[in-house]
């Protein structure tokens, strides 16, 4: 069993930035990630990154969003730069962990002037 705390989200100006964690309840030696979903829309994939530091980015977030992790700390961050009010959304992390998919209870962020 895993938990997922996810923190950081808030309401941001566009054109600002924000800096999601997601802590864990124990090591996680194996793929983790963020999604998102926005009201009205399903959730999709934001970034992962494996236990070794690879990163996968959805196209519309590469060039703004940063995955890292702390593997000593169990911490999963994202860095999101020059936000845009289309990023408005719930953002989860999740860990994928023996066949199984383990979710963060959701960060809200809002980006609006």
């Known amino acids: 069993q895993v938990q997922l705390v996810d923190a950081g989200g808030g309401l941001v100006q566009p054109g600002g930035f924000l800096r999601l964690s997601c802590a864990a309840s124990?090591?996680?030696?194996?793929?983790m990630g963020w999604y998102r979903q926005a009201p009205g829309k399903q959730r999709e994939l934001v970034a992962t990154i494996t236990y070794g530091g690879s990163r996968n980015y959805e196209d519309s977030v590469k060039d703004r969003f940063s995955i890292s992790r702390d593997n000593a700390k169990n911490t999963v961050y994202l860095q999101m730069n020059t936000l845009k009010p289309e990023d408005t959304a719930v953002y989860y992390c999740?860990?994928?962990?023996?066949?199984?998919?383990?979710w963060g209870q959701g960060t809200q962020v809002t980006v609006s002037s």
């Open positions: 124990r090591s996680i030696f194996s793929i």
């Open positions: 999740v860990a994928y962990v023996g066949g199984k998919v383990y």
